[in-house]
């Protein structure tokens, strides 16, 4: 029976040796804060701010304001609690109004009442719209008695909108989210190929695998300990940048386009089964590198390969073949769970004292 | 006590060690003496279960090696010493020592207690949070050492515990053992040096694949060799040698200067016939001594004959 005591032992050295390992330490700190923080930041900044206006906040004192913005492409956040009529807002963030007889194009528009109106190219949210025609247009949160449009495609029974169709812009958003989010498999499945090498060529070049050998520990719970030592710092580090990141592209998001689409089911589901299982795979494919080599430079080379699958999943992520449903993550984190068994078993088979000490060296 | 009946280990078509039969009994100090592959370490590690055998079976304290769970009654009870010490080079001697008793379930008062005891006894309690790749050789075998008695293991495997020391490291490791053979242990021990083994060892086993001889390094130089006592008087008459070689309990007789060299089969009884011989015959009897043979001899003499 495996004795998780023991393995976590083994474990705890092992993350007290790579305190001393410049490489290891610099790689669980650069990686996730280049692939899981820098990077998103880098990608979606533009992204939010070609999604949605921004400009100045205006102090409405009257109509006169407004008419300015009428006749022109100008960008503007308004926001009072005034009643508007026969008034035309382009590229504008329009908050906290009650609009009647209004033509809405390329707008954001929160926390309206808006009747026998007409929105084009917009986003909608937490609004109430009555007797009005929508076209293009993301309604989120929203409600109303009655529409008319050719665009809308889903109307539930209690009238409360779901996404119609999204902007241009605005439709890039999730597969920003979805390219993101595979940073956050990669990361996991490639530290591992880092420490990993060093947890046991290290100790195998050390000539140190014997005298573990001959204490009362187990074979399993050898491999066990080996495989926690790469997998909680490789899980520990991916989550510290996943939770960073996601608060990142939060207050970003909310800071341009006024709300926060973190956290989403794909992102649990990604950092809660399709990371681990990724990081598993890495993991025991390395172990099963190891005990063919010597050198912990050849196992980190040779380790590149074995995020092979990590790495066709992005490809496919980022040409678009591949979209990051919940359905589709489930499906990958399936898929690497049954590579995990086998690679468990195969691992299993070759980690035992014998073949450890008469073939590993 | 450790007992082997027939053991064998093939890898392959080699036969690193065949039809292995001993007994150590508890106390003692035991040598396997062997040339490079001789089978001592695959014996050594068949013994401390790290390796299954072909053929044969061993026991320990009456646990069977090879039985998963007498296997890990085995270890528990084993401080094994490899060849390579097998250090964590960026941990200190102290961290090296509590994750191995930590392996084997010693308490945390009780590691803090075996680990300072150890390290006093080696002179590196003061050298404790040093990391190892500071230490010298010399200091990295008497950690090694260390580690492999930090959980008071009953029986002590060492695995050329001198080999690439000075002479001073060497005489206190091999005095350390010698102190851990009187607090009770029993101890295998594979070596190459053979005056070290002579000097500490109880019992011999020479090895070159199987069992060539096994016993106490004297009893097996004077069965290997015959017992040649070296007589020197102040003058040797020319017909000495013929009259001595009428004595029926005396043979191989030869002269070199005053000295004179014959073999007897009981030096205890045939020496002071031979003397009240020689005294009668009115010779002056000046020193008698028994040529010793090392452990050298035999085993170089054992391995030529095991060819």
Same mark, same amino acid.
Request: proline share 5%; charged share 15%; hydrophobic share 45%.
């Given at each position: 029976m495996l004795r998780w005591k023991r393995a976590w032992i083994i474990a705890k050295k092992d993350l007290a040796e790579f305190k001393k390992q410049k490489l290891v330490i610099g790689s669980i700190i650069a990686m996730p804060l280049v692939l899981g923080v820098a990077l998103p930041l880098i990608m979606f900044v533009p992204i939010?701010?070609?999604a949605g206006p921004i400009g100045t906040v205006w102090d409405i004192q009257g109509l006169i304001e407004i008419d300015k913005c009428t006749n022109k492409d100008c960008f503007a956040e308004i926001n009072t609690n005034q009643t508007f009529e026969n008034i035309y807002f382009n590229s504008t963030t329009v908050q906290n109004m009650y609009l009647k007889n209004a033509h809405l194009?390329?707008?954001?528009?929160?926390? +309206?009442? *808006?009747?026998?109106?007409?929105?084009?190219?917009?986003?909608?949210?937490? +609004?109430?719209i009555y007797y009005s025609q929508i076209e293009n247009t993301i309604l989120q949160f929203s409600e109303g008695t009655e529409l008319y449009g050719k665009e809308i495609i889903a109307v539930n029974s209690s009238l409360t909108f779901t996404k119609v169709k999204e902007s241009e812009t605005a439709m890039l958003i999730p597969f920003i989210l979805n390219y993101i989010l595979v940073l956050f498999v990669i990361i996991?499945?490639? $530290?591992?190929? *880092?420490?990993?090498?060093?947890? *046991?060529?290290?100790?195998?070049?050390?000539?140190? $695998?014997?005298?573990?050998?001959?204490?009362?520990?187990?074979?399993?719970?050898?491999?066990?300990?080996?495989?926690?030592?790469s997998f909680v710092p490789s899980m520990g580090s991916t989550l510290i940048a996943f939770v960073s990141g996601a608060v990142l592209i939060d207050v970003v998001f909310f800071y341009l386009l006024g709300y926060m689409p973190l956290p989403t089911l794909?992102?649990?589901?990604?950092?809660? $089964?399709?990371?681990?299982?990724?990081?598993?795979?890495?993991?025991?494919?390395?172990? $099963?590198?190891?005990?063919k080599v010597t050198d912990v430079r050849a196992a980190q080379q040779i380790g590149g390969f074995v995020i092979m699958p990590v790495i066709i999943l992005m490809l496919g992520v980022i040409s678009g073949f591949i979209f990051l449903s919940p359905f589709t993550i489930i499906l990958f984190s399936v898929f690497y769970s049954i590579i995990d068994l086998g690679l468990f078993y195969f691992a299993k088979s070759i980690f035992n004292r014998e073949d450890i000490l008469t073939k590993w060296a | 006590m450790i007992v082997t009946e027939g053991l064998s280990k093939h890898f392959g078509t080699i036969k690193a060690i065949d039809d292995f039969t001993i007994e150590i009994p508890d106390g003692k100090i035991f040598g396997l003496l062997g040339p490079n592959g001789a089978g001592k370490t695959t014996t050594m590690r068949i013994l401390a279960c790290l390796i299954k055998p072909t053929n044969g079976r061993a026991f320990i304290d009456g646990y069977e090696i090879g039985k998963e769970n007498d296997n890990q009654s085995i270890r528990a009870m084993i401080g094994l010493l490899p060849e390579v010490p097998g250090l964590y080079e960026t941990l200190s001697a102290y961290k090296n020592l509590d994750y191995y008793a930590q392996l084997y379930d010693v308490t945390k008062s009780k590691r803090e207690e075996n680990i300072k005891n150890l390290l006093t006894n080696l002179d590196l309690w003061e050298r404790r949070n040093d990391p190892i790749g500071e230490f010298s050789k010399g200091m990295k075998q008497k950690i090694a050492i260390a580690r492999a008695l930090v959980h008071e293991p009953k029986y002590l495997f060492l695995d050329e515990p001198t080999a690439a020391l000075d002479p001073e490291a060497s005489k206190m490791i091999r005095n350390y053992i010698l102190d851990l053979k009187s607090q009770g242990r029993t101890i295998l021990i594979n070596t190459h040096n053979l005056s070290e083994a002579e000097r500490i060892c109880d019992t011999i086993a020479i090895v070159k694949n199987r069992l060539v001889k096994v016993g106490n390094p004297k009893e097996l130089a004077h069965k290997l060799f015959a017992r040649t006592i070296n007589i020197t008087l102040d003058f040797i008459p020319n017909s000495l040698i013929n009259d001595l070689s009428a004595l029926d309990y005396v043979s191989n007789i030869r002269v070199e200067g005053n000295k004179l060299f014959l073999n007897v089969k009981a030096p205890e009884e045939d020496n002071p016939k031979i003397i009240s011989w020689l005294i009668k015959k009115g010779l002056n009897?000046?020193?008698?001594?028994?040529?010793?043979?090392?452990?050298?001899?035999v085993y170089l003499k054992l391995i030529e004959e095991a060819k």
């Open positions: 939010a701010t070609m194009q390329d707008c954001v528009i929160m926390f +309206c009442i *808006i009747e026998n109106s007409t929105i084009n190219n917009s986003t909608v949210q937490n +609004c109430s996991p499945a490639t $530290l591992p190929t *880092i420490i990993a090498s060093y947890s *046991i060529v290290g100790e195998k070049n050390n000539r140190s $695998l014997e005298p573990i050998l001959a204490t009362p520990t187990t074979d399993g719970e050898i491999l066990a300990g080996k495989i926690l030592s794909n992102w649990i589901l990604v950092i809660t $089964l399709l990371a681990p299982t990724a990081s598993l795979m890495s993991i025991l494919a390395l172990v $099963l590198v190891s005990s | 009897v000046q020193y008698v001594s028994e040529e010793e043979y090392s452990l050298e001899d």
